[in-house]
């Protein structure tokens, strides 16, 4: 099956029901789409679509942020055989030029500004550089360039993508140097939605909020394809405010939610504190960054819901969760065990398999793992037998219950957002008065971990961190890469072979944090 054909069962027994209700923050206008607006929609859109030339197989890319066009256009390019490519709103004109370029997109749908951005001029300077991409349509705005305009018409050459088809294209932070662009296919991406909703008992009658980035693939899975599968409502916040999510629970009466442990964090927080019930929430589920036990007890109470605890990639989605009838310790101190279809092991450094309860490198195998990167099979940790190496460290209890510990792979998740390390260090070479520089993670208690550049600088160099600021701006990388502090040092630890230790460099921060 495609998500197609699960639009096609709702729009039958349930045409007149929500299917998005979306709101934007910038002047609080809700949207409100039945079932059979979006099908019709997306079948304007899909011609739309074609009449700028996308035919089966081409990518379309759209930085939005969670807006009902988002939806929209994932159906649509399902219906017109193409890629759906979703960017985060956060990317700046050096991402966007790789992905673009990456992927051959031809057309590519942003806003026209967004929170305080202009996409517009950043849409159109991406145009300019990537050869392929012929077209920019902006959300929100009127006249030819306006997204209304691919609507309208319908043309009857729908057609239904196979199941094994590449559907979606999401590039995620690289731990290489550069963006890696995961293939899913609708199997891929099924096969993990349907034992998850068996799971935690999810079916047409929920109201699924989220509040996280569509173009995560949290949020693209959880939040646009999960609720049409269901044939559920969808409740779509653009910018998180724990108030406002509060808010928007209570007013279109959400049971599920779904976000990284910042979203928990400040909604028990604000439930807590203000005692603003969200009575219909049944499920938190927090995913993407790791999750304090303590947290997890803290918004239970504070909440009164199931929080369920998950581990995942973009590369497969959510694998392991708890269940709700889990006991106490699993509930608070675990990232659960396995959904159907999927196994997980933890191995030693040769790819032995590890006895119950050793820590060792996390590898899963089964029908969600991705269908590759685009154009870099090189960069494929599947082997021969199907396991795919995470990159993540976690032991596992004799139950099959997993608790990640930590990263062989080099990445710092700031509040459920990843960094690219080796990305950001290049970037900070190229600076003259740098001679040497590791950027590593330090914690912190809401975002989990922020980054910090450390460096050594040439002989006779100055540099502060305005002027790295300013430096990374030229290059005019994602703000959110940014490091947050920068100590100097004389000298990087190192191993005997030259390697920078920097497991040294972060309990260095730990203990005497430096400016
Ligand atoms: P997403 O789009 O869901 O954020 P990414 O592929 O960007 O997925 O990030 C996946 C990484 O996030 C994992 O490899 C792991 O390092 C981290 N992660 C996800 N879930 C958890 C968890 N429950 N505990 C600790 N780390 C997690």
Redesign the pocket.
């Known amino acids: 099956m495609t998500l197609l054909d699960h639009l096609a069962r709702a729009v039958a027994a349930t045409p007149d029901k929500p299917a998005v209700h979306a709101t934007r923050a910038e002047n609080g206008t809700v949207r409100t789409l039945s079932y059979a607006e979006l099908d019709r929609l997306s079948s304007e859109a899909a011609c739309g679509l074609r009449r700028l030339g996308v035919t089966p197989g081409k990518v379309v890319s759209f930085q939005l942020p969670n807006w009902w066009e988002f939806t929209v256009l994932h159906l649509a390019c399902l219906k017109a055989a193409a890629v759906s490519n979703p960017l985060m709103t956060i990317f700046r004109e050096r991402e966007l030029r790789f992905m673009l370029g990456h992927a051959r997109s031809r057309v590519l749908i942003t806003a026209s500004s967004f929170r305080g951005h202009d996409h517009r001029a950043l849409a159109h300077a991406v145009r300019d550089a990537v050869p392929t991409l012929a077209h920019v349509r902006i959300a929100g705005a009127a006249g030819t360039e306006g997204f209304d305009s691919l609507l309208g018409a319908t043309d009857g050459a729908d057609r239904r993508p196979d199941s094994d088809d590449v559907i979606q294209l999401l590039y995620?932070?690289g731990t290489t140097g550069e963006p890696k662009g995961v293939m899913h296919t609708s199997n891929t991406m099924l096969s993990n939605l349907v034992p998850f909703a068996a799971r935690l008992g999810l079916g047409a009658g929920d109201v699924i909020h989220m509040p996280s980035p569509l173009a995560?693939?949290?949020g693209f899975m959880y939040g646009v394809v999960l609720p049409v599968m269901l044939g559920a409502t969808s409740v779509l916040q653009d910018v998180f405010a724990p108030d406002t999510m509060a808010a928007q629970i209570r007013e279109t009466g959400a049971t599920f939610t779904m976000g990284?442990t910042p979203f928990l964090n400040d909604l028990a927080e604000h439930v807590g504190g203000s005692g603003a019930g969200t009575s219909t929430l049944c499920v938190f589920v927090s995913?993407?960054?790791?999750?304090p036990p303590a947290l997890v007890a803290r918004a239970r109470a504070a909440l009164g819901c199931a929080v369920i605890?998950?581990?995942?990639?973009?590369?497969n989605g959510a694998v392991t969760t708890t269940c709700p009838d889990d006991s106490e310790a699993r509930i608070t101190g675990t990232?659960g065990t396995a959904l159907d279809g999927m196994e997980v092991r933890i191995v030693d450094a040769r790819g032995a398999a590890l006895p119950a309860d050793s820590e060792g490198r996390l590898q899963v195998r089964g029908c969600s793992n991705f269908a590759g990167y685009l154009g870099r099979p090189d960069l494929d940790n599947t082997d021969t037998e199907g396991w795919f190496d995470?990159?993540?460290l976690a032991r596992m209890d004799a139950a099959g219950y997993i608790r990640?510990c930590g990263?062989s792979k080099d990445?710092i998740?700031r509040g459920?957002e990843?960094i690219p390390v080796v990305e950001v260090e290049s970037l900070i070479f190229r600076h003259p008065a740098v001679a040497e520089v590791a950027v590593v993670g330090y914690p912190d208690p809401r975002l989990g971990e922020r980054a910090c550049a450390v460096v050594r600088l040439r002989a006779g160099a100055t540099l502060d961190f305005a002027g790295l600021r300013a430096h990374l701006e030229a290059q005019r990388m994602a703000r959110h890469y940014m490091p947050e502090r920068l100590p100097i040092l004389d000298e990087l630890p190192r191993t005997p072979s030259g390697k920078v230790q920097k497991f040294r460099l972060r309990a260095l921060l730990a203990e005497a944090p430096v400016s």
């Not at 605890?309 to 590369?315: L, V």
């Open positions: 995620t932070s995560h693939q949290l990284a995913a993407g960054a790791p999750i605890s998950a581990w995942g990639m973009s590369e990232d995470t990159g993540d990640i990263r990445i998740i459920g990843n």
